[in-house]
């Protein structure tokens, strides 16, 4: 057991250049604990594996990691027992392990190697960068993107913006479920390459999903706007997400708790948005903001 969490660390070198930092829970508090803790140390994603052992059911939660020194700094900061490093090489275990994640009763998102049943599963190549949907607000995104693009009542925007875009899987929903164009934004090379190759597994060539690593104002406007961002870079970037959301337009904001989606939308509200729908899971908030008045226009005398 640990210091900080009484958690065992295993550290693994695994094929293109990945790491998993595995700590093992005695319960399901110190595995939330576990799951916020390897995301705030820079896991992009985690997964929760029951193991039969010697000693009865144990829980690992295996944070992924892009870089051997973040994985390493993390297993330091979580203070483990036992930190080891195993051969290189695509497991046959964690192949077999990878699965479909639901995130509604139509919209799925899967490996490419993965079967899924659902009526629209985006492919999406695990492990690479953040957002195969492991993460809660990915899901929660991916649930209000799906709700908002399906709404016979509202217009599907022709375009949107994916501040972040990690794997690119908000922007690549959205092109699947109908919107023309896209922009994904990102300052890591590596989840820029790795979107690109997941929307050719989805069969969108390269015009419909542009990616950039530039400020996410430097696109123009856009009639929807997805930011899944850390609390630090949400607070550096709200002024260029709100100059890039047009008039009358939609803003979906992810990725902090919900004791921070005041300090977090106050800035838009004073910027001209609305909050029109907050929600969360597993004490992850998604809000959802309209952009009711231009903070550019002259206000009326
Ligand atoms: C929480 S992940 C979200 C990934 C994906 N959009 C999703 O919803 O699953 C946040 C992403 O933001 C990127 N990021 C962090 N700081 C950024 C910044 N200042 N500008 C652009 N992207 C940033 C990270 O590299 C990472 O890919």
């Known amino acids: ?4 969490y009484g958690a065992r660390v295993t550290v693994r070198a695994d094929p293109i250049e990945w790491t998993e930092v595995t700590l093992e829970a005695d319960g399901e508090a110190t595995a939330q604990v576990f799951v916020h803790a390897l995301f705030a140390e820079g896991a992009v994603s985690v997964d929760r594996r029951v193991l039969q052992t010697a000693s009865g059911l144990v829980e690992q939660i295996v944070g992924t990691f892009l870089h ?27 192949l077999a392990q990878q699965r479909a994640i639901e995130i509604s009763p139509t919209l799925a998102v899967a490996p490419h190697f993965v079967d899924s049943r659902a009526p629209l599963t985006l492919r999406i190549d695990p492990g690479l960068a953040f957002g195969t949907a492991t993460h809660p607000t990915t899901q929660l995104c991916l649930r209000k ?21 990690g794997t690119g899987v908000l922007a690549i929903a959205g ?22 190759r997941c929307a050719r597994l989805n069969q969108l060539d390269d015009a419909r999903l542009v990616l950039s690593n530039r400020t996410p104002d ?34 979906i904001l992810s990725g902090f708790f919900t004791e921070l989606v005041d300090p977090i939308t106050s800035p838009f509200e004073s910027r001209g ?17 309209t952009r009711t008045q231009d903070p550019f226009l002259p206000s009326p005398l």
Not at 145 to 163: F, I, N, Y
């Open 273 to 289: 948005f609305q909050k029109t729908n907050v929600d969360a899971r597993a004490e992850w908030a998604v809000v959802c903001l």
């Open 218 to 251: 430097a696109h123009g406007q856009h009639p929807l706007v997805l930011a899944n961002l850390p609390p630090e870079p949400m607070e550096l970037l709200t002024p260029a997400i709100a100059r890039a959301v047009a008039n009358q337009g939609t803003l």
């Open 145 to 165: 993107l799906e709700s908002l693009l399906t709404d016979p009542r509202a217009r599907r925007p022709a375009s949107l913006l994916d501040v972040g875009c």
């Open 1 to 4: 057991m640990g210091a900080i």
């Open 175 to 196: 092109l699947r479920l109908g919107v023309e164009s896209a922009i994904g934004t990102d300052i890591d090379p590596i989840a820029l390459r790795t979107a690109r």
């Open 68 to 94: 051997s020194e973040t994985s390493r700094a993390a297993a330091e900061t979580l203070q483990a027992h036992e930190r080891t490093i195993a051969a290189p090489g695509w497991s046959a275990d964690w």
